[in-house]
């Protein structure tokens, strides 16, 4: 299983999914009328490290973190 | 050196650890810069959620980056409530002089402000809203749309 996190103003609970990829989760997502807002303006990590390929495949125990616009300071 | 503290920064006594550690080791400049929240609006405070592992990261690239110009730095934040008046961010850049650190000194703020994983939220009438306005997509945003 995959857990997939969502931080920030995101109030939306994790999930353990049964995915092979990012292709998989978008389509989970964007049936999520909650979440599907936030997807256009959103990055996504996979166990902490930032990724930029939706074609990322993904392996049981992994952690995605589904991260919005952010600012510190 | 990064620090995530709980509430306000105690920037007093940060700048006394990092002017020690400055003269240490044998550095002759530190920059320090230093943010707090401001009363605009019936703004009570600011409220900070932060997200360690790509923070390490985002700063650990920068502290390479930098060691690298002969730079050493120190990022201080604040997570949870920060009051009108108190500090929540504070970075100080070290280097035998000041040249290296000065011209370190604003590309390393501004990429804060663009790239820490960090969430801002407005504290007014006892609500916690998120400073959607002020903030800025990661990079790569968008992938899942």
Redesign the interface.
Known sequence: MVSVRFLGPIKEESLELDIANLKDLRAILHEKAQIKPWLAMSAVAINGVLVEDANTPLKAGDEVVILPPVCGG | MLEVVEGALNTNALYGAWSKLCVEQNLGALCVFS?FVRPEEGLEGLS??V?M??FE?WFGTWQERAKAQGVYLCLA?SKGDVLVGQG??MTGLMGAHRQKALELYAPFIED??????????DLRNGQKI???D????????????
């Open positions: 943010g900070f959620e997200f592992p790509l990261a934040h929540s961010y804060f402000k663009h790239n820490a994983p960090i969430y801002k939220y998120y400073a959607k002020r903030s800025h997509p990661l990079k790569g945003s968008g992938l899942l749309q």
